[in-house]
């Protein structure tokens, strides 16, 4: 089991930047895969974005490709997610996820075995 803790969420107009981070315990870092997922406020939670166990390889939905830039450090068993040119529908809880296997067969939910509690990012516009 791994345990999951974001931060670096809060409050940012329109056009501004955050970067979330997410510390992992528990299993070997580098041994899964990491994504970033979120919830609006009255919606399903969505793939925000993946990357493979090296960092070589990374995976975004379409509304926020060029935006966000996901990234991984296996020294310090950190997965950051870079949000920059922000807008108001990009305002959600934000959730970590650990990789349920060694490779990502796919990007929903099920492929994902253990979360953060999640993070509040509120965009204003």
């Known amino acids: 089991q791994v345990q999951l803790v974001e931060s670096g969420g809060g409050l940012v107009q329109a056009g501004g930047s955050l970067r979330l981070s997410c510390a992992a315990s528990?299993?070997?870092?580098?041994?899964?895969?990491m994504g970033w997922f979120r919830q609006a406020p009255g919606k399903e939670r969505e793939f925000v974005a993946a990357?493979?166990?090296?960092?070589?390889?990374?995976y975004y939905t379409n509304s926020v490709r060029g935006r966000f830039t996901i990234s991984r450090d296996n020294a310090k068993n950190t997965v950051y997610l870079q949000m920059n040119s922000l807008k108001p529908e990009d305002t959600a809880v934000y959730y970590c996820a650990a990789g349920r296997f060694t490779w990502l067969t796919n990007y929903s939910e099920t492929a994902f075995g253990s979360w953060g509690q999640g993070t509040q990012v509120t965009v204003s516009s």
């Open positions: 990357i493979s166990r090296s960092g070589r390889d990374t």
């Open positions: 528990g299993r070997t870092f580098s041994s899964y895969p």
